[in-house]
């Protein structure tokens, strides 16, 4: 594969990309609708929200079901459960520390994650890889999350840079459709998807491996 256009900067989305929290956040949601007594009848299709905000999910069970308890209150629970299960099994992707550590050296890093900060901060905290990534957005810095392309924007901002200086690492299909529409040139890696579903993608990737040469040649 030929290098990427020339960059300063790398904003990393987290979940499915720095973290194996994909099913982590499955489990967390269908624990707390067990709790409510919606074991076999939430109603979710959660692959449908890869890359999207607990709010999108929860709205959407909360309409489903007719549910009384506030969207605030379920996503709350469902974030402290997420939490215990990332410090309990610590699920960071093998190569990400190292990775990590030698783009720092060549790139400004960052993430922009459709989680929230104290889920975004739980991770980070994960081998100390926070360390090589001074800038984190969340969906809650901005009105609309992914696949709307406010949220790597603002952390294009708050890296100082403009957006055809900045690469997106992403895993789903909203992640892609936000960077492309901020202007941005986008890796995927099929961590989450298939490729066919992530052509958007100015790269598509099966592995770190594969990241690692793009990016540092």
Excluded: W
Aim: charge should be negative; proline fraction near 6%.
């Amino acid at each position: 594969m030929d290098p990427m256009q020339p960059l300063q900067g790398i904003i990393f989305d987290m979940d499915g990309v720095l973290v194996d929290s994909e099913p982590r956040h499955e489990q967390a949601f269908l624990e707390v609708f067990a709790e409510l007594g919606y074991a076999e009848s939430h109603g979710i299709d959660f692959d449908h929200y890869l890359g999207m905000t607990d709010r999108a999910v929860v709205e959407d069970f909360v309409e489903h079901n007719q549910i009384p308890d506030s969207i605030e209150a379920l996503i709350e629970r469902k974030q402290a459960r997420l939490i215990k299960l990332l410090d309990a099994d610590q699920p960071l992707f093998e190569p990400i520390p190292h990775l990590l550590k030698d783009l720092s050296t060549q790139y400004a890093l960052s993430v922009a994650s459709g989680s929230p900060h104290r889920v975004i901060d739980t991770v980070l905290a994960l081998q100390e890889i926070g360390a090589y990534l001074p800038v984190t957005v969340s969906s809650e810095d901005v009105l609309r999350g992914k696949p709307a392309p406010e949220i790597f924007l603002e952390t294009a901002d708050q890296m100082g840079l403009e957006p055809q200086q900045l690469c997106v690492v992403e895993d789903s299909v909203a992640g892609v459709s936000a960077a492309r529409a901020a202007g941005m040139q986008v890796i995927a890696i099929t961590n989450s998807f298939p490729a066919g579903r992530l052509v958007e993608a100015d790269r598509i990737v099966s592995n770190y491996g594969e990241i690692r040469r793009l990016l540092l040649g």
